[in-house]
């Protein structure tokens, strides 16, 4: 029995998924961050005893080349060869998928992008980060970056109009002016400080929006042009059919449709309805998506 693993800073959620369809999760249990052996023991406990494959959806960086990851948020796992050593250590097959890639994969294969040639979906949460599905299959490029649009420096500090101001920020990746750092709820806050000198979180500044306070709303004009140059660009490049979203920041409708009419204003393509959606699996697509992964990576596990 094969088992889909969506592995986050918090929790290890858990599926066994059928030969097709949305897989519903079986359970989760805390995430040991820096304890190797812990989070070994953790995975352990939740694998069938007729033990089978696992696909795991996990934030990070992974080069197919070399099998080493860069994962931030769980410490333990931080510079592992996580697919090798996991499979010595379960006895069973591992394979690991960026969690964007899995989003990606699942609107492609049976959300909001199915039937559709390219989609590019993206994260817009703690951090930025994306996935590209061409014609059903998964483009991971060299080490893997395919679709990582939240990093290289876009923000110049002299820039006018409503960008006026903004300092560089520190990026997670080591670089200065990554749209990780502007396009998250995190780089929210941090553009909201920088032009009002005052603390406030994601939820209050577009709470305060909502309500036509002018502060949030310069704001919200500053973060979603940041956000519209950066994407229409990948647009231009990429012409995807749909660009579904997930992350927290998806769950606003209002936020949405500006970053969405501020991004169709400024590509070359004619699109006439709307290119963002809020993703079919925007709470689920790491589970989802590894579990579709699953399927096509081991199908002799499905063939009855």
């Known amino acids: 029995m094969v088992t889909s693993f969506d592995i986050g ?3 290890i959620r858990y599926a066994h998924p059928s030969a097709r369809g949305p897989v ?3 359970g989760r249990v805390p995430t040991p961050l820096h304890s190797w052996s812990e989070f070994v023991e953790a995975l352990r406990k939740c694998l069938p005893e007729t033990r089978g ?3 795991i959806s996990l934030a990070g960086a992974f080069d197919a080349q070399t099998d080493i990851a860069d994962v931030a948020n769980i410490p333990c796992l ?3 060869r996580i697919a090798s050593d996991l499979t010595k250590e379960l006895g069973t097959p591992v394979a690991i998928i960026n ?3 899995a989003f990606a994969l699942a609107e492609a ?3 909001s992008g199915a039937g559709k040639e390219t989609v590019f979906a993206i994260i817009l949460g703690s951090g930025v980060g994306g996935g590209l599905v061409h014609k059903g299959g998964l483009v991971s490029g060299r080490g893997g970056i395919a679709g990582e649009w939240g990093h290289g420096p876009v923000v110049d500090p002299t820039a006018g109009g409503s960008l006026s101001g903004i300092p560089h920020f ?3 990746c080591g670089q ?3 749209l990780d750092a502007y396009g998250s709820a995190r780089g929210l806050e941090k553009i909201h400080a920088a032009l009002h000198n005052t603390l406030c979180s994601s939820i209050e500044i577009t709470t305060a929006w909502h309500a036509g306070e002018p502060q949030a709303a310069r704001t919200i004009d500053a973060f979603t042009t940041i956000l519209a140059r950066a994407l229409s660009m990948v647009i231009n490049l990429l012409g995807p059919d749909v660009i579904p979203v997930s992350g927290g920041l998806s769950a606003d409708d209002r936020l949405l449709a500006e970053i969405d009419r501020k991004t169709r204003a400024i590509t070359l393509a004619n699109y006439s309805e709307p290119l963002l959606v809020r993703g079919v699996f925007s709470k689920t697509g790491g589970l989802q998506g590894a579990s579709i992964h699953a399927r096509r990576a081991y199908p002799n596990e499905f063939a009855n």
Request: with cysteine; glycine share 20%; net charge negative.
């Open 24 to 26: 519903e999760e079986t």
């Open 53 to 55: 494959p696992a696909v």
């Open 78 to 80: 931080n510079g592992r």
């Open 109 to 111: 294969v049976e959300g």
């Open 170 to 172: 520190q990026c997670g």
């Open 9 to 11: 800073g918090s929790f």
């Open 176 to 178: 200065t002016g990554c």
């Open 99 to 101: 969690d964007a890639d």
